[in-house]
């Protein structure tokens, strides 16, 4: 981040200086070009006069100090409003005075850091994620999955030959051997869905409400606003994940009845939008599965908002435009 150019100013120790010393300096002036005097035994009069004139001291170098400190505790109170999840936002300069500018260029400067390691470190983390679910799901599909098959063909052809007695056990294990493989066939799709990287996030996400719909029995609507913006695979990717887990916690968490996924364009990004009719959360922290959907915006400079009550909650993922290189 680039510092702007400020005129330099006096410095804050120098304000607190002059500030005392213009205190000081009206009190010697008072007592000099004043009647007041305190007698060897200090009458009640004089006793008053003394204690006002304290007061009026101290209470203009309050004052004072105060209008030399304000931008500092201004700067301090937006420091603590500062949130990693929600990058972009900085201090703006208050004053002139060069410690304070000093103070909140070096404080933006540390975010502009923090912000861009942090990124880079979500991103390596998600990546190392995704790289482990994809060769999870290849094991399951290419090696369970087609032992299972080969299984599944061995009972079929065992239990056509199975004398009566036990052709019905045999039958049974083929069937539990079935849906043994339908379930490995789940789970790997659910680790890597094939749709989005074959036919693009709009099927991938059609995929994903007809499946949760048909486990579920809940009522899932999926809109889809065309035509999209071109996106990049990763940013792909995070919406599928962010629509997965909010629906997943609706279901889970919220135990909705309705949910409605909607996914449109606005310029050139994205909006992903996730709405369901569930019990919200009521006041509750934040789960894991909240945050992870905010590390994953965060990983492509994407804007997650979540709006929850009593009822209902609505999730707001805004992708921005792909960005070209130069």
Same mark, same amino acid.
């Given at each position: 981040m680039r510092?702007?150019?400020?005129?330099?100013e006096m410095s804050l120790r120098a304000r607190i200086f002059l500030t005392n010393a213009v205190v000081t300096v009206v009190a010697a002036v008072v007592l000099l070009f004043t009647p007041a005097t305190v007698s060897a035994t200090a009458h009640v009069r004089e006793v008053a006069v003394v204690v006002g004139g304290l007061s009026a001291i101290l209470i203009l170098n309050l004052v004072l100090l105060r209008r030399a400190f304000g931008p500092l505790e201004r700067?301090?109170?937006?420091?603590?409003?500062?949130?990693?999840?929600?990058?972009?936002?900085?201090?703006?300069v208050y004053g002139q005075e060069p410690e304070i500018v000093d103070l909140t260029h070096a404080f933006n400067e540390m975010l502009d850091r923090l912000e861009s390691e942090r990124q880079d470190s979500v991103r390596r983390s998600l990546e190392a994620q995704e790289s482990e679910r994809q060769r999870i799901a290849r094991e399951l599909h290419d090696e369970v999955g087609q032992s299972l098959t080969a299984v599944l063909l061995q009972l079929d052809r065992v239990a056509r030959m199975a004398p009566d007695p036990l052709r019905d056990e045999m039958v049974e294990a083929r069937e539990v051997t079935r849906s043994s493989l339908e379930?490995?066939?789940?789970?790997?799709?659910r680790l890597r869905p094939e749709a989005l990287d074959d036919l693009g996030l709009p099927s991938a996400l059609?995929?994903?409400?007809e499946r949760?719909?048909?486990q579920t029995g809940?009522?899932?609507?999926n809109r889809v606003a065309r035509p999209l913006p071109a996106t990049a695979p990763e940013s792909e990717l995070?919406?599928?994940?962010?629509?997965?887990?909010?629906?997943?916690?609706?279901?889970?968490?919220?135990?909705?009845?309705?949910?409605?996924?909607?996914?449109?364009?606005? !310029? @050139?990004? #994205?909006?992903?939008?996730?709405?369901?009719? =569930? +019990?919200?959360?009521?006041?509750?922290? /934040?789960?894991?599965?909240?945050?992870?959907?905010?590390?994953?915006?965060?990983?492509? !400079? @994407?804007? #997650?908002?979540?709006?929850?009550?009593?009822? =209902? +909650?609505?999730?707001?993922?805004?992708? /921005?435009a792909p960005t070209t290189a130069p």
């Open positions: 510092k702007q150019a400020v005129p330099r700067i301090t109170s937006l420091m603590r409003s500062v949130e990693l999840v929600k990058p972009g936002r900085r201090v703006p379930d490995v066939r789940a789970i790997a799709q059609a995929a994903l409400t949760v719909a048909e809940a009522r899932i609507e995070v919406c599928y994940r962010i629509a997965q887990e909010a629906v997943t916690n609706a279901l889970r968490h919220a135990d909705a009845s309705l949910i409605t996924l909607v996914l449109a364009g606005h !310029g @050139a990004g #994205l909006t992903l939008t996730v709405t369901d009719d =569930g +019990t919200g959360l009521n006041g509750s922290q /934040p789960g894991a599965g909240i945050q992870g959907m905010k590390e994953r915006a965060l990983m492509i !400079g @994407a804007e #997650l908002d979540m709006e929850t009550g009593e009822r =209902g +909650t609505r999730v707001t993922l805004r992708v /921005p």
